[in-house]
């Protein structure tokens, strides 16, 4: 643990989901090739559509034409099968579309968040709020962790801009009535988890290169985290130590 800045015992600790408490990127390549393989088969597509890059490149297009989808990735993907059934020469009602995204998301979502991370959590739950902050769409009850957090933030496309707008801390901090520089935000991404927390003035630790370690390095830091960490299991001395 490496201390950037001055920092205090926090009153709530919101955390970063994919790549911070589990390893998001193993299981999301799976799900992501999976469906390709689903959607063929179910719709009789050519198996060349089972390529990732065509899938990217619906995700890019679609980013292009409504860049507001960036702040509701259920939506973006949503969106995407739409245009993507169109190319295929066939027509995608919306209620399909939500209908696939929710089978996509189920699969997205089997994480294997370790039983010795839900204790780790939830031994920290003793002391401080502990809370989601995502930009992403795990189903939580399917990852195991429902429970463990008092509320799950999430974007969307209405009001909620995704991080690192400052809006997810802002509405963090007024739902439990304290000021932002009382949440510790962990998180592994240099940008959305490190800039979005500490310009909205919470505290940040950063989990170096994440869970897994292949997240994004120091390289593409703007700000300064508060502290770095190379697992949230390092924070334990700081924030259990005389409670």
Same mark, same amino acid.
């Given at each position: ?11 709530? *600790? ?24 689903? *959607? ?6 050519? @198996? ?66 370790? !039983? ?24 939580? @009850? ?7 957090? !008092? ?66 390095? !120091? ?11 190379? @697992?949230?299991?390092? *924070? !334990? ?7």
């Amino acid at each position: 643990m490496i201390f950037y800045k001055q920092a205090f015992k926090p009153k709530v *600790l919101s955390f970063d989901l994919d790549n911070t408490i589990y390893d998001c990127e193993t299981v999301l390549r799976k799900a992501e090739n999976w469906f390709a393989s689903y *959607l063929c088969e179910r719709y009789k597509l050519e @198996s060349k559509f089972q390529d990732y890059m065509f899938w990217g490149d619906i995700k890019r297009n679609c980013l292009k034409n409504r860049p507001e989808l960036v702040n509701d990735v259920t939506l973006l993907r949503e969106v995407g099968l739409i245009e993507a059934f169109k190319l295929f020469g066939k027509t995608l009602t919306k209620q399909e579309a939500q209908d696939l995204v929710k089978v996509f998301i189920h699969e997205r979502s089997k994480g294997d968040v370790s !039983e010795k991370m839900k204790y780790f959590l939830k031994k920290l739950k003793k002391y401080y709020i502990v809370c989601s902050i995502s930009n992403g769409n795990s189903d939580t @009850s399917v990852l195991g962790i429902k429970d463990i957090f !008092e509320e799950d933030f999430r974007p969307d496309i209405k009001e909620n801009a995704a991080k690192p707008a400052s809006d997810l801390f802002f509405k963090c901090a007024s739902f439990y009535g304290v000021s932002p520089k009382d949440i510790l935000h962990i998180g592994d991404d240099p940008f959305t988890d490190v800039t979005g927390s500490v310009k909205a003035g919470c505290q940040s630790a950063w989990v170096y290169r994440g869970y897994t370690g292949i997240s994004p390095d !120091e390289r593409f830091l703007k700000v300064v985290p508060t502290l770095s960490i190379d @697992s949230v299991y390092e *924070l !334990e001395d700081w924030l259990l130590s005389g409670v």
